[in-house]
């Protein structure tokens, strides 16, 4: 079994960056795709970034040209550059992972709140 483990939300004010990290205990360059989908208390849970095998990335409009999606195969690792960050953004961020076969694999969850 796949474990994802996020880490680096926190408390931040407006205008400023996180950098979120998924840790998965598989080699990354094995999934299909990995992503940070984000829910927000009262909301749906949608897709904020994603970065395929092939190393395509697709960003939900909201944050284009704010958050950057990476990965670094070597350490098992994706990353989720946020910066000019908006109250809007307040959410609880959660890491995903698509098998080329079989279900996807999600983490708990990392805590970002941005204020006023």
């Known amino acids: 079994q796949v474990q994802l483990v996020e880490s680096g939300g926190g408390l931040v004010q407006a205008g400023g960056s996180l950098r979120l990290s998924c840790a998965a205990s598989r080699n990354t360059f094995t999934f299909k795709a990995i992503g940070w989908y984000r829910q927000a208390p009262g909301k749906q849970r949608d897709l904020v970034a994603s970065i395929s095998n092939t190393g395509s990335t697709n960003y939900a409009d909201s944050v284009k040209g704010r958050f950057t999606i990476s990965r670094d195969n070597a350490k098992n690792t994706v990353y989720l550059q946020m910066n000019s960050l908006k109250p809007e953004d307040t959410a609880i961020y959660y890491c995903?992972?698509?098998?080329?076969?079989?279900?996807?694999?999600w983490g708990q969850g990392t805590q970002v709140t941005v204020s006023s």
């Open positions: 995903n992972a698509k098998q080329y076969l079989g279900a996807d694999y």
